[in-house]
């Protein structure tokens, strides 16, 4: 494939739209060039086809992706801190790119069988967690895992669709409140500590008393 210009690149957003609005299947080529205003001779001059289009797109952001974890996990602080950061980056990235994480989503099947899509995947963030909870677990700010390649993948996961459902429920992502809740989410979880009834950010809070003990009097002797 050859080089794209800016010029182009920057007009192709809207190719990624139709895809998410009509989906592969139902995209002509001349569909694409009446969305981006990129004449069809032109199209096929830069892309052997409409799935070569799509695959560009999700190039694109891939490398945007890598590029911002990269800043995340290099930065300052604790391994905590930088995979806070990682989650905010990831979910700016697909806050930059609506129409594409829609394509994605909606094409999902299709992206995974583009031959290095899971890899760019894998180099653009799998690869930098894993980094990150070894870090963690190094610095006692993460907690040891049996099986980081899992985790790594819950994480992905977690980001990924979440900010996703907010992209195709109304092509809006408030990224400062996505990143925000998966982060707590990931790194507090859900269930409350048992015995001092604190929540996963460790803020105590008072326990009401079991049923057991409920409207129930002291004991007395029989009258």
Not at 72 to 91: C, F, I, N, P, Q
Request: aromatic fraction near 6%; charge should be negative; charged fraction near 25%.
């Amino acid at each position: 494939m050859r080089v794209v210009p800016e010029g182009i690149a920057d007009r192709l957003e809207a190719a990624a739209l139709v895809f998410a609005d009509h989906g592969f299947d139902q995209t002509r080529i001349e569909d694409l060039a009446e969305a981006t205003g990129i004449p069809r001779a032109t199209l096929y001059y830069y892309f052997a086809g409409k799935e070569d289009i799509l695959a560009w797109l999700f190039r694109r952001m891939l490398v945007e992706v890598t590029e911002a974890v990269a800043v995340a996990v290099s930065g300052e602080g604790t391994a905590r801190d930088r995979l806070e950061a990682v989650v905010v980056a990831k979910v700016e990235v697909m806050g930059r790119h609506p129409a594409t994480c829609r394509a994605l989503i909606a094409d999902l099947g299709r992206a995974g069988r583009i031959p290095d899509i899971a890899a760019a995947i894998q180099a653009a963030f799998h690869h930098p967690v894993r980094r990150l909870l070894a870090e963690g677990e190094a610095d006692g700010t993460l907690r040891p895992v049996g099986d980081p390649e899992t985790t790594v993948s819950a994480v992905y996961g977690a980001v990924t669709t979440a900010a996703n459902h907010y992209l195709v429920a109304d092509n809006h992502l408030d990224t400062d409140r996505v990143a925000t809740e998966v982060t707590a989410f990931l790194l507090g979880g859900l269930a409350a500590d048992v015995r001092t009834g604190s929540d996963p950010a460790g803020e105590a809070r008072s326990v009401p008393p079991g049923p057991e003990h409920q409207g129930r009097r002291p004991a007395r002797g029989r009258q």
